[in-house]
């Protein structure tokens, strides 16, 4: 520890000449994290050797989103009270820290389970790297100017990045069509919490294979040079801000082969170094899970770099099906990544080559096993002109996975039906999770205190099944202990939303909060009309002994996606509408919080007094944000899908507030017919509702009626050539929502019945720790050693 004060001044005085008290925020955040790395370094080394020693399993994922990296990893080594301490006596408040940007490296959900995961295996010692991009850019910033997203870049290595150290020694170059270029390994520390041991998370950088000398040049070759650089870097530039959609675009089919191949590389050299050019145990030292389709490239890449030692195509793929795993993250038709076959010709000829040879292979082997023609139709991973990753991901894994139960029991009903029909061993449920080091421990440490009163131990930071010990003691004493820490949480909440976004939120209402990214199929725009719904009733003084509310959302909507940015407008069109009415705005409040991101959510999640988790049911694969809710005591008020499932599961569904069509009520619906414009016509509360959407109650930028609103209101009523009326059943949904929501609120007035229910939460969370998940992948898909 004194330690670590030492190194940190000896950095600051090398790198800046300056003493600690005089350093920048940013000059301290880099010099502290570099104090940090030194500190680890042993640790970190002797984890290495004793990786390379074993079986090993990689996380190939084209998204990381870590967050803010200093109070984690202080967290984790155990120093974070220590150091907060040691710099005040210097005068300096650990809260600078604030000011330093997340590392943005993913979207939402997805890139979040990568950073859980990481964090968990690191923990529970499970030899577990994760291989990924070191975008420049990472995910875009939010504004919100006059109720409408506006983006803005997020570069975030311009405080310098401590945390990640260069490896210049081990680049490999990377070769497309007409372009090579060099892969540069970044490598950043996961620190376990409780152990020594640390694990590796290898991000790649795309360079110019060549160290120009400018100077040089003449015109002509310094323009070529000035290129090269300029096409190698852009591979690496930005990260794609789609979520659950994909988007074919040739840069983002570089982004993924670029780091497969360069992870792919680097196993081999690795390997290499002990076995020589013998690869007969390659498949059982290494294992590779590919979080969704994105690094599927890595299947053939392997295959081709197999095929250069000197196999044959048949026992290299053998070696590539023992070695993969794929997990499934959606359902949805719009994300299932299906790449042109030209473009993948136009880009890396040779790996589409190889995927040619693997979907014969594959018809050839469905004939063999007897399957019929039709389905064997549906099974082709190259499908007229298009590749089917995720056909192609299933076909060459040793196991597939759902992230949560319902999720793969509609995989092996639904979308992987034929190939559950012929290959039933393959496929296993790994319901999600989240780190309870980040999401209990470090942003909740008044509850994390109380919890460890009750269980008798802090051992919960690394065995979460200990919050059941809960159960036996919420009594009156504990539920007002835990109300009154909420109420704190709250009252912080209030003061970061005052100082991120400027708003004035009542710390004594209910926190009623949806954060997520923004989509369709996740219903956002069902929650505004619910709000809309209450509304309107207090305004007719319909609705009495409501408890006021304060409605909370954050949500980045991806920049292309129209009707996503109209409900981020519609949204804070209703807010501007319910926040000043003198008859309402004592009642109900509406924010919307810009710039949703990891660090806002550590301060939300703790805050919220119901969660909303409204997707449509069968749409969202499991959720990770219900999780982090309900460990901080939140219950849910969602729908039967995802997780949510297995969260009412276990807590009970009398402890959390579940609405709506059930995946039956919607297939049957599908199949028998769903009008959602006669439902909107023999309601006419539901009708007034939506049709605030067009009558003018509301401005969205467009004439009357032409505006961006005008095109969700269709959507709603109208069939149109690509998309039923009203796909997501917000229609259908909405009166029970509204009921539930209702129900809510006057159960929320009875202070120690709903505190009873938010500790039932708690102690019930126990399933949905990371750590649960990853010794499960570590026990039946990878086989790896895991702390006894
Ligand atoms: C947990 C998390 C998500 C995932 O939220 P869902 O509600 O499961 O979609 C997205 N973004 C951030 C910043 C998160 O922390």
Not at 88 to 103: P, Q, R, S, Y
Not at 581 to 602: C, G, H, M, R, W
Not at 610 to 633: I, W
Not at 735 to 749: F, G, L
Request: negative net charge; glycine residues 6%; hydrophobic residues 35%.
């Amino acid at each position: 520890m004194g330690n670590i004060m030492e190194k940190l001044e000896l950095t600051a005085q090398s790198m800046y000449c300056k003493k600690i008290e005089e350093l920048t925020p940013a000059e301290l955040h880099y010099s502290l994290g570099k104090a940090v790395m030194g500190e680890i370094a042993g640790n970190w080394e002797a984890s290495k050797i004793k990786h390379d020693s074993e079986r090993r399993a990689y996380y190939f994922s084209a998204e990381f989103l870590m967050g803010r990296m200093m109070y984690n990893n202080l967290y984790c080594l155990g120093i974070l009270e220590d150091v907060t301490k040691l710099l005040k006596k210097k005068g300096i408040d650990i809260n600078v820290f604030e000011d330093i940007d997340d590392a943005a490296l993913g979207n939402g959900g997805l890139g979040r389970l990568a950073a859980c995961f990481l964090d968990s295996a690191a923990t529970q010692e499970v030899p577990l790297d994760g291989y990924g991009i070191r975008y420049k850019y990472g995910l875009f910033k939010q504004l919100i100017e006059n109720g409408y997203q506006v983006e803005t870049a997020d570069n975030w290595q311009r405080f310098e990045d401590p945390w990640c150290n260069r490896v210049e020694d081990e680049a490999v170059t990377v070769s497309f069509k007409g372009q090579t270029v060099k892969a540069v390994p970044y490598d950043m520390a996961v620190i376990g919490c409780k152990t020594t041991n640390i694990n590796t998370l290898r991000l790649w950088q795309a360079e110019a294979v060549n160290d120009f000398d400018f100077t040089a040049f003449n015109n002509t070759e310094y323009n070529n040079a000035v290129q090269e650089k300029n096409d190698a870097e852009n591979i690496t530039k930005v990260l794609y801000p789609n979520d659950n959609k994909y988007e074919g675009k040739v840069l983002r089919l570089k982004q993924q082969y670029f780091f497969c191949s360069a992870s792919l590389q680097d196993i081999m050299r690795r390997y290499k170094k002990k076995h020589g050019n013998d690869f007969s145990f390659f498949a059982k030292e290494n294992t590779i899970q590919l979080n969704d389709t994105h690094p599927v490239s890595c299947v053939p890449e392997l295959v081709r770099l197999l095929m250069n030692e000197g196999f044959n195509f048949d026992d290299a793929f053998e070696i590539a099906r023992k070695t993969f795993n794929y997990t499934n993250h959606t359902v949805l038709g719009e994300a299932l990544e299906k790449w042109p076959a030209d473009l993948m010709t136009q880009v890396i000829p040779e790996i589409y080559h190889i995927i040619c040879l693997i979907a014969n292979k594959c018809q050839e082997e469905l004939t063999a096993k007897g399957v019929h023609e039709d389905t064997k139709a549906k099974m082709r991973i190259i499908d007229g002109n298009v590749v089917h990753m995720a056909r192609l991901a299933t076909y060459a894994s040793t196991y597939v996975n759902g992230v949560a139960e319902l999720h793969t029991e509609i995989l092996k009903a639904d979308v992987l039906k034929e190939w559950y029909q012929v290959y039933p061993e393959r496929f296993q449920n790994k319901t999600n999770g989240i780190t309870q080091r980040r999401w209990l421990g470090l942003c909740n440490p008044e509850l994390s205190a109380l919890i460890t009163e009750k269980v008798g131990s802090d051992a919960w930071l690394t065995d979460l099944s200990l919050l059941e010990k809960l159960n036996d003691s919420i009594d009156t004493r504990t539920i007002t202990k835990f109300n009154n820490i909420k109420k704190k949480k709250k009252q912080q909440l209030a003061d970061y939303i005052k100082k991120m976004d400027g708003y004035d939120v009542n710390p004594d209402s209910i926190y009623d909060i949806q954060v997520k990214r923004l989509h369709e199929y996740k219903r956002q725009l069902l929650n505004a009309f619910s709000i809309m719904t209450i509304y309107f009733r207090l305004k007719d003084k319909k609705l009495k002994n409501w408890t006021p509310t304060t409605f909370i959302f954050g949500a980045k909507a991806a920049p292309g996606y129209a009707r996503a940015k109209a409900i981020i407008k519609y949204i804070n069109e209703i807010a501007k509408l319910v926040n000043n009415d003198p008859e309402t705005k004592d009642l109900l409040q509406v924010y919307f919080i810009s710039n949703y991101n990891v660090s806002y959510a550590e301060k939300i999640v703790v805050a919220a007094d119901l969660s909303e988790q409204t997707s449509t049911a069968g749409l969202e694969a499991s959720g990770t944000g219900n999780m982090k809710f309900m460990l901080n005591g939140a219950p849910t008020l969602g729908t039967l899908d995802g997780a949510n499932v297995e969260i009412a599961e276990c807590a009970g569904i009398e402890n959390e507030y579940i609405f709506g069509a059930k995946v039956e009520d919607i297939e049957r619906m599908k199949k028998e017919g769903y009008h959602p414009k006669a439902l909107y016509d023999a309601n006419p509360e539901i009708k007034r509702v939506v049709d605030t959407l067009i009558d003018g109650t509301f401005d969205d930028g467009g004439a009357q009626g032409e505006g961006s609103f005008k095109e969700l209101h269709d959507s709603l009523l109208k069939d149109s050539s690509w998309q039923k009326a009203d796909n997501y059943f917000l229609i259908y949904d909405l009166p029970d929502y509204v009921d539930t929501k209702i129900r809510a609120n006057t159960e929320y007035a009875n202070r120690k019945e709903f505190g009873k229910k938010c500790l039932i939460n708690i102690a019930n969370a126990g399933k949905f720790s990371s750590d649960r998940t990853i010794l499960q992948y570590a026990k039946e898909i990878w086989h790896t050693s895991y702390k006894k």
